[in-house]
């Protein structure tokens, strides 16, 4: 009989997992990095998740939920909503070649601070048997005013 086990994946892989509340209110599609902590010498590699209807996650690092290193993290989380403008596939395309605002708008769902490592607050330990209740309860208000970005050169 064949297998069809390969090695695609990575070795010391933990469960991880939870959910994502906002001012008490499961959040939708939402972006969940988990970034190794500058301090610990055990986490290797940033693990990712997007958030169901519930607000649950799973995190993956190289293949869909296969989980997270043991280790320290920062954790960022980000919702937004993107109108007018290029593309994703035509700003990936096009990286490095910006000129100014034109019309395409950036509104986040969430407060920005949790969007980015230094502000977010947010650190978790993942222990050695994994975690799969992690609690991400956010608060806040968002402003709901989108912000303009940068246009491709033409």
Known sequence: ??????SNGLEGLVPGGGQLTFNGEPVEDATIVFAPSQ??????????AITDAAGNFKLMTLNPNDGVFPGDYVVTVSKVKTEGGPSERELLENFGRFSGP???????????KYGKVDESGLEITIP???K???????????SGQAISVYKIKK
């Open 1 to 6: 009989a064949l297998c069809g086990c390969g």
């Open 39 to 48: 301090t610990s010498g055990d986490s290797k590699r940033s693990a990712t």
């Open 102 to 112: 034109d019309d395409r708008k950036i509104t986040y769902l969430l407060p920005e």
């Open 128 to 130: 050695v048997q994994g």
């Open 132 to 142: 799969k209740d992690i609690l991400l309860s956010l608060t806040g208000t968002v």
